[in-house]
């Protein structure tokens, strides 16, 4: 199945998840336009964007360096990693796909045979064949990143702070805190009141009275600058108290697959996204340059 043609795969895939048919003239719902995106939109910059090694340059041209985290080593092969060299607590990315990470809070502990077996493994898969043919992950040479171990005083995990763009401007914040414990999911607006929807009903909600991040304003102007010229791009920032550290460019969030509730917000969210138009031979968008609306 995931060998089909993109415009046929995109139409099974969409109706697959969604249970309604994919029009890719016109889409409405907004995983219906994220549908469209993968199989049109396809700049050669989405490959260094989605990619966690590269984006870094990408990300220090546009906001700095001091946005980043701390990066200890990259490699190609797995049997390369010297844990010696690194501190107790850390964390192991593929950088190629979602979800192949590894985070070490006791270097004593680990299984290093059994790590270098499972990011052989990891490293071997293509995350455009491994999920909803995910364009922009195709051609990502496959890595592995070692970086900092991040932890707020305060907190025994995280908080994601999601910003969903259009075209350059933020519309809103998808929350995500207790992800090892006990997941909740919120969205907020760029004045942090929480918003009436959701993404995913299999979330616990999150209180509207989640405290409001010291640097929401440094993430709200953040986000813009990165996604600058993009049609849609959803920027994820850390808080790490009170620093902001860039997390990842997201250009097709939960793979098209979780759509928001109540219902009415998977079309109200997809009117915010614009999509750029196709010339008459509905050939793909393969520059910046080429956008049009």
């Known amino acids: 199945m ?24 016109n889409p409405k ?6 549908e469209w995106y993968k199989v049109f939109f396809r700049p050669k910059l989405l490959n260094t964007l989605a990619d966690k090694y590269e ?3 990408y990300v220090k041209k546009k ?8 990066l200890y080593a990259v490699y190609d092969n797995p049997e390369e990693m010297d844990f010696d060299g690194l501190p ?8 190629h796909t979602n979800g192949h990470n590894l985070i070490v809070t006791n270097k004593e502990d680990l299984d290093k045979e059994k790590v270098i077996k499972t990011f052989k493994k990891w490293l071997g898969k293509n995350q455009y064949y491994r999920r909803g043919q995910e364009w922009a992950y195709k051609d990502i040479k496959p890595k592995i990143i070692i970086e900092k171990f991040l932890k707020e005083d305060d907190k025994n995990t995280l908080v994601d702070y999601k910003f969903y763009c ?13 992800r090892e414990d006990d997941h909740k999911q919120g969205c907020f607006d760029l ?31 953040l986000s813009r600058k990165l996604s600058t010229q993009l049609p849609f791009v959803r920027v994820d920032f850390y808080s790490v108290n009170g620093k902001t550290i860039f997390g990842e460019l997201t250009f097709y969030p939960s793979d098209a697959r979780k759509k928001f509730y109540p219902e009415e917000y998977n079309k109200i969210i997809g009117d915010y996204f614009k999509l ?5 031979s509905n050939d793909v968008i393969t520059t910046l340059e080429d956008i049009k609306y």
């Open 166 to 178: 259009f075209n350059g401007e933020p519309k809103f914040i998808d929350v995500h805190l207790d």
């Open 63 to 70: 906001i700095g360096a001091q946005y980043l985290n701390e």
């Open 88 to 95: 107790n607590k850390f964390i192991i990315k593929a950088n």
């Open 2 to 25: 995931r060998f089909l043609p993109p415009k046929l795969y995109a139409k099974i895939h969409y109706e697959y998840f969604s249970g309604k048919k994919l029009d890719l003239k």
């Open 276 to 280: 750029p138009k196709l010339n008459a």
């Open 29 to 34: 719902e907004f995983n219906a336009k994220i």
């Open 55 to 57: 984006v870094r340059s």
């Open 191 to 221: 004045d942090w009141n929480l918003l009436p929807f959701g993404k995913s009903k299999s979330y616990k909600s999150i209180s509207s009275e989640l405290k409001k991040p010291s640097n929401l304003e440094e993430m709200v102007v």
